[in-house]
């Protein structure tokens, strides 16, 4: 199963949201709750990105899921009765992106609206992953960015506007 998804990121171009996203995120069934997607994001292995917010689709929850419904946003679960189904919390104003969208798309919809993750759908309508923040800064910055010395760029005007 874990071969298969390594395929499946790897069949997509690298500077696109199929190449960027994790095949991992949270995923949770419509009738699940409340407490059950905040017993998701306690996992302490997520990035802050992926606890953020948790996606709601149909049966399979697996990536490649059942249809894409929508996201629940950690803020608004935090704010309703652990018995409430997230079915009920859904913001499906958050348009999901195309395995193929490139960066630059990707990039502008991140900055536009302010984003932390954006969903990946395919052309059925499936969730196939989410692109986080982190993973759109690891592929804007140069190869080996976490590694170069303290002061690095100091002197670019891209590093520097005011």
């Known amino acids: 199963e874990e071969a298969d998804d390594i395929r499946r990121l ?7 949201a199929g190449g960027m996203m994790t095949s991992e995120p949270i995923v949770l069934a419509p009738d699940e ?22 996606y709601v689709c149909r049966q399979p929850t697996e990536t490649p899921t059942g249809k ?11 704010r309703e009765p652990p018995s409430s189904l997230v079915s009920a919390l859904l913001d499906t104003s958050l348009e999901p992106m195309r395995p193929d969208t490139p960066l630059s798309v990707l990039t502008r919809s991140f ?11 395919d052309e059925t ?4 992953g989410a692109v986080t923040f982190d993973d759109l800064v690891d592929h804007m910055l140069p190869q080996g960015w976490r590694e170069l010395p303290d002061g690095w760029g100091h002197d670019d005007p891209v590093m520097h506007r005011d």
């Open 10 to 16: 790897l069949s997509y171009d690298d500077f696109s």
């Open 33 to 54: 709750t409340v407490a059950d997607a905040l017993a998701r994001i306690r996992n302490a292995d997520l990035s802050p990105a992926l606890a953020s917010q948790v």
């Open 68 to 78: 894409y419904l929508g996201v629940c946003h950690f803020q608004r679960l935090l």
């Open 111 to 121: 900055a536009a609206y302010n984003l932390v993750a954006l969903p990946v759908v």
């Open 125 to 128: 309508g499936s969730l196939v």
